[in-house]
């Protein structure tokens, strides 16, 4: 599992240090929205001890049904939908490859720039997460199977300083 999330975390261009996922799709197809319009060609940057550096670049092709194929430099395609939360917040529900169900990842978008919200698993309060179904794999890893829910959730979380950011050339 923190192979494929180390994947996901390339693919939308953020390191994430604390991983949230599902077996199931916690958002319907239904609450998808276009939040990167007609997609295109990417910058990803990546904050490296303090310092912003650039990263591999990415295209967004917008699909069916406000699903977008992020695609890397070696042309493979992850199928990403977004979800508006409260405080303007976005949950990025990414499809994971080989039948490994969802990761999530937050995000603020604002014009032509994408920015990651970190919000490490291991870092929330423990006892909220319990309350709300959160199951606690490891450090890394929490799963969302349970959650009634995602909305508020995700917008329930304790967020660190971005540490990724998509710019659109």
Do not use: W
């Not at 917040?89 to 039948?99: N, S």
Request: aromatic share 8%; with cysteine.
């Amino acid at each position: 599992m923190r192979r494929i999330m180390r994947v996901l975390a390339l693919t939308l261009g953020t390191l994430l240090s604390g991983c949230f996922a599902s077996d199931r799709p916690m958002f319907s197809p239904a609450s998808a929205i276009p939040a990167l319009g007609d997609g295109g060609r990417y910058a990803t940057f990546e904050v490296d001890e303090g310092k912003e550096k650039p990263s591999d670049p990415i295209v967004v092709r917008p699909g069916p049904a406000n699903v977008y194929d992020f695609i890397n430099e070696k042309d493979h395609a992850t199928p990403v939908t977004f979800h508006p939360v409260a405080g303007g917040l976005l949950v990025a529900q990414v499809r994971l490859e080989g039948g490994q169900g969802y990761g999530y990842v937050v995000a603020r978008v604002t014009g032509h720039e994408m920015v990651i919200m970190p919000a490490e698993c291991a870092r929330q309060d423990k006892a909220k997460m319990d309350a709300l179904g959160v199951v606690q794999v490891n450090q890394y890893e929490c799963r969302l199977d349970k959650v009634a829910d995602p909305s508020a959730f995700f917008a329930g979380l304790a967020f660190s300083q971005p540490v990724s950011r998509m710019v659109r050339q």
